[in-house]
Nanobody
Framework: QLQLVESGGGLVQPGGSLRLSCAVS????????IGWFRQAPGKEREGVSC????????NYADSVKGRFTVSRDNVNATVYLQMNSLKPEDTAIYYC????????????????????WGQGTQVTVSS
């Protein structure tokens, strides 16, 4: 059974850092593009970052460019989102999602058409 589990969320002061993890099971990560999304109260879900199945392509929302970094470890079947210089407006539930690119190893990623989702992890940025 394909499963994604996020962890690493919590309460952090403005300017602080967190690293989110997305542990995947039930499938081989090599052929999956992984996206990170977030949803704040009263707002629509938005794409934050993604990393293509080859690992060669990444994408970031303008609001997080220069502060967030996505990476993947296919051996350990985990994708990470390093979040630095956090701001109160980063407060949201963060989700990871997966989409298969088999048999291709995609070189680009976008924030559309993800098939599998995790349950989310809360990130709160507040003093």
């Amino acid at each position: 059974q394909l499963q994604l589990v996020e962890s690493g969320g919590g309460l952090v002061q403005p300017g602080g850092s967190l690293r989110l993890s997305c542990a995947v099971s039930g499938f081989t990560l090599d052929y999956y593009t992984i996206g990170w999304f977030r949803q704040a109260p009263g707002k629509e879900r938005e794409g934050v970052s993604c990393i293509s199945s080859s690992g060669l392509g990444t994408n970031y929302a303008d609001s997080v460019k220069g502060r967030f970094t996505v990476s993947r470890d296919n051996v350990n079947a985990t994708v990470y989102l390093q979040m630095n210089s956090l701001k109160p407006e980063d407060t949201a539930i963060y989700y990871c999602a997966a989409v298969s690119t088999f048999p291709q190893r995609a070189r680009v990623c976008v924030f559309l058409d993800y098939d599998y989702w995790g349950q989310g992890t809360q990130v709160t940025v507040s003093s």
